[in-house]
């Protein structure tokens, strides 16, 4: 079992920055695909970045690409996305993602995460 905890949300003005982060329990987060997904009021989950499991490979999707970057440190289980010239359009619940994956690939998909974090809440104003 993993556990996922994000933190790092809150309000922010347009153009601004906030760096989310996810802490994940046990000792295997090294293995395994993370990923960064978001859900606003009124719209479904979508996908935001995803990274490998030693960090080699991102993918972003193409709304928040040259804005956002996701990393991760496996020394302290933890995932981060820095988010950059934010907009309101930015505005959601953020989730974190995990699956046991040690592999070159990168899961965009939110039904190949096994493991989810509570969430946490970023909003931009204008």
């Known amino acids: 079992q993993v556990q996922l905890v994000e933190s790092g949300g809150g309000l922010v003005q347009a153009g601004g920055s906030l760096r989310l982060s996810c802490a994940a329990s046990?000792?295997?987060?090294?293995?395994?695909?993370m990923g960064w997904f978001r859900q606003a009021p009124g719209k479904e989950r979508e996908f935001v970045s995803a990274?490998?499991?030693?960090?080699?490979?991102?993918h972003y999707a193409y709304s928040v690409k040259g804005r956002f970057t996701i990393s991760r440190d496996n020394a302290k289980n933890t995932v981060y996305l820095q988010m950059n010239s934010l907009k309101p359009e930015d505005t959601a619940v953020y989730y974190c993602?995990?699956?046991?994956?040690?592999?070159?690939?990168?899961?965009?998909?939110?039904?190949?995460?096994?493991?989810w974090g509570q969430g946490t809440q970023v909003t931009v104003s204008s």
């Open positions: 993602a995990a699956r046991q994956s040690i592999s070159n690939m990168v899961l965009i998909n939110s039904h190949d995460y096994d493991y």
């Open positions: 046990g000792r295997t987060f090294a293995s395994f695909a």
């Open positions: 990274i490998n499991w030693n960090g080699g490979i991102t």
